[in-house]
């Protein structure tokens, strides 16, 4: 049985679903949903791309990633539907949840006193 075609969504589409899933620092530029994170250095940088590789790879639906010291670019497109669907929101938005996560204050894990990986483009 073959798979359903995904639906493609048209640029200002896009723009309301990116608000919809509460994408804000994530936009849309020559085809591709945009995110740049920036952090404390090169450690955490390479630490970072580890964990979107890790989720891209659960999902098996890979990022185009660029790196360099304090800074990680992540691109995301369905390839095959050639353009931005549903698997592209549901990818940034797990990547957001899991890099920007930090402890609660106050709870049971402190977190670390270092800058790590800033919310802000």
Same mark, same amino acid.
């Given at each position: 049985?073959? !798979? =359903?075609? *995904?639906?493609?969504?048209? &640029? +200002? *589409? ?5 608000? *919809? ?15 740049? @994170?920036?952090? &404390? %250095?090169?450690?955490?940088? #390479? ?6 590789? @890790? #989720? ?6 890979? +990022? &185009? ?16 539907? %050639? %353009?931005?669907?549903?698997? &592209?929101? =549901? #990818?940034? !938005? !797990?990547?957001?949840?899991?890099? #920007? ?18 919310? !802000?483009?």
């Amino acid at each position: 049985m073959g !798979k =359903a075609t *995904e639906k493609v969504y048209s &640029d +200002a *589409e896009i723009v309301a679903k990116l608000q *919809e899933h509460g994408l804000t620092e994530w936009h849309l530029e020559e085809g591709w949903l945009r995110r740049k @994170y920036t952090t &404390d %250095g090169w450690p955490t940088t #390479l630490m970072l791309t580890n964990a979107i590789g @890790y #989720l891209c790879e659960a999902a098996w639906h890979h +990022a &185009d990633l660029a790196v360099t010291w304090g800074k990680l670019w992540v691109k995301l497109k369905t390839h095959s539907a %050639g %353009g931005i669907t549903d698997k &592209d929101f =549901a #990818l940034a !938005k !797990k990547i957001e949840e899991v890099v #920007l996560w930090r402890p609660a204050v106050g709870g049971a894990l402190e977190g670390t006193p270092n800058k790590w990986v800033q919310g !802000k483009k």
